[in-house]
């Protein structure tokens, strides 16, 4: 299984798409600490609890729609939330496999790319109040309906995950994030994005970025949570479907 965890896309997010900065309270940051500031200040408090819980009520409902799944919950009531309820804590395992490949990666180009000092400054803004709202918004809104109707269409064996859908959940949840904000707080991060260096460096960095994430997704990158998964939930099913006669 190539598995795209429930993390991938709120890391995503790091560099957003929408062309907005802010003036921001600067933080206390070492030159040695900054990508790694840089990279924690990217994931907002429970941002990726409301992602995964996003996309957990998306993968349930793609199940319900699926004929097969719909026909089996049909005979055998209960049959999409047994599958559910033993996936969950397997796919959150995937993501803290997921999370640490994509820190690594997201640090080894942020430290190609930007100088310490951009990296600082991109940091002060994600730790900012209104650029923890904004990341905020985007986790809150986060989607995977576009990378998941691609998976369940493809005819492949192992589909791997496709950069365009990827990139199109990312531009709705962005758009929806944006939305959320006051007219006040958009042209207060209008009026200061200036010719700031460290954003246009950092937005430079989102087809490597992007790059490395579908590598990481499409790749085995936890063969033992394949196959553990796999036998959790053929055993969930076979016992809950003989309650049903099957």
């Not at 993390?7 to 802010?22: E, K, R, V």
């Not at 000092?117 to 730790?127: G, M, T, V």
């Not at 531009?171 to 929806?176: D, L, P, Q």
Request: hydrophobic fraction near 40%; charge should be negative.
């Amino acid at each position: 299984m190539k598995n795209q965890s429930l993390s991938a896309i709120l890391l995503s997010f790091a560099i957003p798409h929408i062309a907005f900065a802010q003036d921001v309270v600067p933080a206390v940051v070492s030159e040695q600490d900054s990508y790694e500031a840089l990279v924690e200040s990217m994931i907002p408090p429970g941002g990726l609890e409301a992602a995964q819980a996003n996309t957990l009520r998306e993968i349930r409902a793609a199940y319900q729609q699926d004929p097969d799944f719909a026909d089996l919950e049909q005979s055998c009531p209960g049959t999409i939330g047994v599958v559910m309820d033993t996936m969950t804590p397997i796919l959150k395992e995937y993501d803290i496999i997921e999370l640490r490949l994509r820190r690594e990666a997201m640090l080894e180009i942020l430290k190609v790319e930007l100088s310490p000092d951009q990296a600082r400054l991109a940091a002060d803004f994600y730790s900012s109040p209104l650029g923890r709202k904004l990341m905020g918004a985007v986790a809150a809104n986060h989607s995977l309906s576009n990378t998941l109707q691609s998976v369940m269409a493809s005819e492949d064996e192992t589909p791997l995950i496709d950069s365009e859908t990827v990139s199109k959940d990312n531009r709705e949840a962005a758009i929806k994030a944006v939305s959320e904000l006051s007219p006040e707080e958009i042209q207060t991060i209008r009026s200061q994005i200036g010719e700031e260096e460290w954003y246009f460096a950092l937005m430079a960095t989102r087809p490597k970025m992007l790059e490395a994430a579908m590598a990481i997704a499409n790749s085995d990158f936890a063969p033992h949570l394949d196959k553990r998964l796999d036998e959790e939930v053929e055993a969930a099913m076979t016992s809950h479907l003989e309650t049903c006669g099957y």
